[in-house]
């Protein structure tokens, strides 16, 4: 579709609020439909009295924090069965404690306890899984994001009551989660317990035999470096024993080579011994001394004298028992000396065999004191490790235990971080902000039901709207009520007149061809404004309707007075084609103004014929009477015709009074027309 080359129009001067039409006008749609906004407020105000009487009603809350810790807080040592290794593991242990907070058998126990106190949670004669139910649906367990907390609240009607309940299930909760942390923990402590009364028993027991043994063995102290007493005494036997068994070897031996003679016919070595010994017997040898002294001085005597000297007899008898006791002496003296010697070697080989035996029967027996000393001394060693090791389990039984116990009473994971306290203020609720909120929603609803009314009004308003349909601004636009607006009204159809001047002067447009959307346009009126306006500007203006006949300005205002409208019965098409283009050619030959008048596109095939031929075509709608399909409908007509220009008019455009329905408006213009005579082709 093509637009006129140039715009008749001053910027601004034709247009009213330009931009998006009726959404930056929402004064005029207040204006127009303040019953409607009214009447929605007023609706929903009276359905929302009974939402606040109902929903009007205080709601409490009182929130308590919990704490879970990302490692165990142990009191004494860590234990590695505890560790929690990533952030995802941390992450799923809080949801884990987030869904064990509302678990059945917590919320039974909470129930359970606040029975007992003045904000019982169970009804008189009401089942438990329907209390439980009931407070788990007034329960909100969330975590806190980004931190190591955990919210529990519970919502209320009252403030009485509900910090107590929170607190009550954070308790509960947390000795739950300790039990679970520490499981089956009296049967662990009784079964350590157990184990160390079992372990106290068996020290005791060897204590007692360690203590028996003791004073058996005499000693005081048992240890690996300790040397039995017994063990020493049997090496000293045993080393006595063997010294014993030498010298029984030697006194045997001894008396052997006594009694053994030497040679064959010999005397004995003990008989040589004898003589030995009586030859360094100091009295005989004083004796054989003195004898050979006396025999000295005889044989000296006597080998002086005759063998008949008197005396020599005497003197050789002398000489002779000399000799004989010399002998004899020594003899004897051999004798004593050798019996002494044999009886000494007798009794030393006697003592020797008995000490050898009573040395063997005290080895024996130092063998086996000393066989029952090792035995229980090692008996003793083996209790006294037994007791180490059994003191050394005890100990860490009892280390365990102590850890348990003291563990028990630990923080553990979870702990509390802030309990509950009993709300002052409400949370929500209250009529006075209901009531508030509905008239708030009242408003706005009934100040956004014109603009949505006039957004989903499929009318064209205001010649903006047709601004945004056609893609150009209008030629111009008179108001409606023209009884009430004459000076606007005038004023508007002279600006119109004034922009067909212009066309006229810079394109040489002499024929102005209106075609309105649907018959719901005055085309006569406005045509006899237009060509008086025209008139006064100094140009001479041809009127010509549909069936071919033809009118000065002043006739046109008689003609228009007399009913003439564009809305005539049909006729025949081809005569009165032909009598409108022999007007328009003879008025562009004699330099006027020729404004025809026609039929909708949709009624008659000439308005089809003739717009292909004058110079522009001036579709005009009759505004709030006038339908954006009928708009389209209309553009895409003369899209298919392509004429020369197009111009597009509002007529009827009425800001102020509210905008009657489509059939109200239709029956106004058809009551308010004037149709222009011939008409119908």
């Known amino acids: 579709m093509n637009q006129l080359p140039s715009n008749p129009q001053t910027p601004g001067s034709d247009q009213v609020s330009r931009g998006s039409g009726r959404k930056i006008t929402p004064l005029l749609s207040w204006r127009r439909h303040a019953l409607k906004g009214i009447a929605v407020f007023v609706a929903i105000v009276i359905l929302g009295i009974p939402v606040i009487l109902k929903k009007g009603k ?75 139910a009931r407070l788990r649906g007034a329960l909100t367990i969330s975590p806190v994001p980004d931190t190591y907390q955990i919210t529990i609240r519970v919502e209320g009607d009252k403030a009485a009551g509900l910090a107590e309940t929170v607190n009550t299930v954070i308790d509960v909760y947390l000795e739950k989660a300790k039990d679970e942390e520490f499981y089956d923990h009296d049967r662990r402590v009784a079964s350590l317990r157990e184990d160390a009364n079992r372990l106290s028993e068996v020290i005791a027991a060897e204590a007692k035999e360690k203590n028996e043994l003791a004073q058996q063995l005499g000693v005081s102290a048992f240890g690996e470096s300790l040397v039995s007493p017994f063990d020493r005494l049997l090496v000293e036997s045993k080393e006595a024993l063997a010294i014993a068994r030498q010298k029984r070897i030697v006194a045997e031996s001894d008396l052997i080579a006594i009694e053994a003679r030497q040679g064959n016919g010999g005397d004995s070595a003990i008989h040589a011994y004898g003589e030995d010994q009586a030859q360094k017997n100091p009295a005989l040898m004083t004796l054989q001394a003195n004898l050979n002294v006396r025999r000295t001085e005889l044989m000296a005597k006597l080998a002086g004298m005759l063998p008949t000297h008197p005396g020599r007899a005497q003197m050789e008898k002398e000489i002779r028992d000399i000799d004989q ?49 090792s035995g229980n001394y090692q008996k003793a060693l083996y209790i006294s490790l037994e007791m180490e090791r059994a003191r050394k389990r005890l100990e860490s039984i009892d280390d365990r235990l102590n850890f348990i116990l003291l563990e028990s009473r630990a923080p553990g994971f ?55 349909l056609i893609g150009f601004p209008p030629l111009g636009f008179t108001y409606a009520g023209r009884e009430g607006r004459m000076v606007e009204s005038r004023d508007r159809v002279r600006r119109i007149a004034a922009a067909i001047e212009r066309e006229s002067l810079r394109n040489e447009s002499r024929s102005f061809l209106f075609v309105p959307v649907n018959n719901a346009v005055n085309l006569a009126g406005l045509l006899q404004d237009l060509s008086i306006e025209l008139e006064h500007l100094g140009n001479s203006v041809r009127v010509i309707g549909s069936e071919g006949t033809q009118t000065s300005a002043r006739s046109a205002a008689a003609a228009a007075g007399a009913g003439s409208d564009m809305r005539g019965a049909s006729q025949d098409a081809a005569s009165s084609f032909g009598s409108v283009r022999r007007m328009m050619s003879q008025t562009v030959s004699e330099s006027e103004f020729a404004l025809v008048a026609t039929p909708p596109l949709s009624d008659r095939a ?15 709608l009759e505004a709030a009477a006038t339908t954006k399909a009928e708009f389209k409908a209309a553009t895409k007509t003369l899209e298919r015709i392509q004429p020369k220009a197009v111009a597009v008019m509002v007529t009827g455009y009425e800001p102020d009074p509210p905008a009657p329905p489509p059939l109200v408006a239709r029956i106004r213009a058809m009551r308010h027309s004037t149709p222009m005579k011939g008409e119908a082709l």
């Open 58 to 132: 205080l709601v409490y809350q009182a929130e308590g924090v919990v704490l879970v810790s990302p490692r165990f807080l142990k009191n004494l040592e860590d234990d590695k069965e505890f560790d929690l290794q990533s952030n995802t593991q941390y992450r799923e242990f809080v949801q884990q404690n987030v869904r064990t907070v509302d678990r059945y058998d917590i919320i039974e126990e909470v129930v359970n306890r606040l029975g007992e106190t003045k904000y019982p949670w169970r009804h008189a004669g009401e089942a438990m899984p329907r209390a439980v």
């Open 325 to 373: 006791v010399l002998n004899g002496k020594g003899e004897i003296l051999a004798d004593k000396y050798s019996s002494l010697l044999l009886t000494q070697r007798r009794a030393e080989v006697k003592a020797a065999v008995r000490a050898e035996q009573q040395l063997q029967m005290e080895v024996d027996e130092q063998a086996k004191r000393a066989a029952w000393y």
């Open 414 to 468: 979870a702990r509390l971080f802030s309990p509950a306290r009993t709300p002052v203020d409400p949370l929500r609720g209250g009529r006075k902000k209901l009531f508030l909120i509905v008239l708030l929603a009242g408003t706005l609803l009934g100040l956004a039901t014109p603009l949505v009314i006039d957004m989903l009004d499929p009318r064209i308003l205001s010649p903006n709207e047709a601004e945004n």
């Open 606 to 620: 000439d308005t089809e014929l003739l717009a292909s031929t004058c110079d522009v075509v001036v579709l005009t």
